[in-house]
């Protein structure tokens, strides 16, 4: 019998000796033809996509086959679903198929929401349009985009946003923080770039589509991270702290972020961790604020963990942990607090942690231990550990 597998790899294994340097003029070609297979595919697929009059017509179709009175009310049986199916064009196929019916819940006739369907195939458009959008920002077609191709991505997403009240002064900060965002929460082992399947399958994603949501512009506003007034807020904290206008924060103007309660210490280890020349950008702020915003979310653990362990160990053993927080109790000493005793702290952060080694915390002993927000937060904010040290009397 011919053993392809091995016949295979002997002429790959030869052409690989016999081939020469492919020289510029080669490269460049393959690069173009390369760039164009690639287009050809997202052109294909884009003409494959439902339109604004597609989704009009759907709409108007489903409309007409539900029944009940307002938009939440009307629903579709299963005939309905079939009669519209059987009335609109072949590119409908993929939304239209009995199983994608039988995923949504139906009433007590069988009947399913028109309102959840139409928003389901909205969703799946957005994000097969969005797929084939990242794809072409993606240069070296790895399937992955690095932070400048994703702020590419998103320059161009704005308009579709709803975002009438940023100024272009603050785009460019609109899109670094909203960058950031993702990056801090889908680049956990901060490799640089991020799977284009993984941004479309996460909830980050979803947030910010929301802000296309025309129907609920003024929740949006005000709960949402993507929100022309978060973001608003955001650069206004940041633009307070930079005193001397040079775009960069300090060392000493970094003393006043959140009301100048961060220990010495912790901000020490912020800037020798993740500054640049002695001074910190507006990425590594915004990564701090979302750290500190989110304290038990596990990307925010695992950010200050890095910077309490301040002898890059993987752990924090007693030294760290006492040092670390006898600087949080000097900060309260300043603000006029009375002295707490240092060790009983340090011993109840030990037991707070429950660590499987019980000379040492490392990572993984904060994030089982399910309070690991609160315990970075007493190793670096004085406020924080006198809310903790607080918390019975101010529960009354």
């Given amino acids: 019998m011919l053993q392809l597998p091995k016949l295979t790899s002997r002429i790959r294994a030869a052409g690989t000796r016999a081939r020469a340097p492919a020289d510029p003029a080669s490269k460049a070609v393959q690069a173009a033809f390369d760039a164009a297979v690639q287009k050809c595919y997202i052109d294909r697929h884009r003409s494959q996509l439902l339109t604004s009059e597609d989704l009009d017509m759907l709409w108007d179709l489903l409309w007409e086959h539900a029944s009940g009175g307002t938009p939440d009310e009307r629903r579709l049986s299963y005939d309905d679903f079939v009669a519209v199916r059987e009335l609109l064009p072949p590119k409908f196929d993929a939304y239209m198929r009995s199983s994608i019916f039988m995923q949504f819940l139906p009433d007590e006739w069988g009947h399913?929401?028109?309102?959840?369907?139409?928003?389901?195939?909205?969703?799946?458009?957005?994000?097969?349009?969005?797929?084939?959008?990242?794809?072409?920002?993606?240069?070296?077609?790895?399937?992955?985009?690095?932070?400048?191709?994703?702020?590419?991505?998103?320059?161009?997403?704005?308009?579709?946003?709803?975002?009438?009240?940023?100024?272009?002064?603050?785009?460019?900060?609109?899109?670094?923080?909203?960058?950031?965002?993702?990056f801090y929460c889908l680049d956990t082992k901060r490799r640089g770039k991020l799977s284009i399947q993984q941004i479309l399958l996460s909830n980050t994603l979803i947030e910010l589509f929301e802000l296309r949501e025309a129907g609920r512009r003024e929740e949006i506003e005000q709960n949402n991270w993507f929100s022309c007034t978060n973001s608003m807020r955001l650069?206004?904290?940041?633009?307070?702290?930079?005193?001397?206008?040079?775009?960069?924060?300090?060392?000493?103007?970094?003393?006043?972020?959140?009301?100048?309660?961060?220990?010495?210490?912790?901000?020490?280890?912020?800037f020798h961790e993740r500054s640049s020349g002695g001074q910190i950008d507006y990425r590594t702020f915004v990564d701090l604020v979302l750290a500190v915003?989110?304290?038990?979310?596990?990307?925010?653990?695992?950010?200050?963990?890095?910077?309490?362990?301040?002898?890059?160990?993987?752990?924090?053993?007693?030294?760290?942990?006492?040092?670390?927080?006898?600087?949080?109790?000097?900060?309260?000493?300043?603000f006029g607090h009375e002295p707490v005793n240092l060790s009983d702290v340090v011993n109840e952060i030990f037991d707070m942690a429950s660590p499987k080694c019980g000379s040492y915390i490392t990572l993984?002993?904060?994030?089982?231990?399910?309070?690991?927000?609160?315990?970075?937060?007493?190793?670096?904010?004085?406020?924080?550990?006198?809310?903790?040290?607080?918390?019975?009397?101010?529960g009354k």
């Fill in 364 to 394: 993984n002993d904060l994030l089982a231990s399910g309070i690991g927000g609160t315990i970075t937060t007493i190793l670096s904010d004085c406020r924080g550990f006198w809310a903790y040290d607080n918390r019975e009397s101010e």
């Fill in 293 to 334: 915003d989110n304290p038990m979310e596990p990307e925010s653990i695992a950010f200050q963990f890095r910077l309490l362990d301040m002898k890059n160990q993987g752990f924090l053993d007693e030294a760290t942990v006492t040092f670390m927080f006898r600087s949080v109790l000097e900060r309260m000493v300043e």
């Fill in 112 to 182: 399913v929401s028109v309102l959840f369907f139409f928003n389901f195939v909205l969703r799946k458009v957005g994000l097969m349009q969005a797929r084939l959008d990242m794809s072409s920002y993606d240069a070296d077609k790895d399937g992955y985009l690095t932070e400048p191709e994703f702020e590419a991505f998103l320059l161009d997403l704005l308009p579709t946003l709803n975002l009438d009240n940023l100024s272009p002064d603050v785009e460019h900060f609109y899109v670094c923080s909203t960058s950031r965002k993702f």
């Fill in 235 to 270: 650069y206004e904290r940041y633009s307070r702290l930079d005193t001397n206008n040079d775009g960069l924060l300090s060392r000493s103007e970094m003393t006043g972020f959140q009301s100048a309660t961060y220990s010495s210490a912790y901000l020490d280890r912020l």
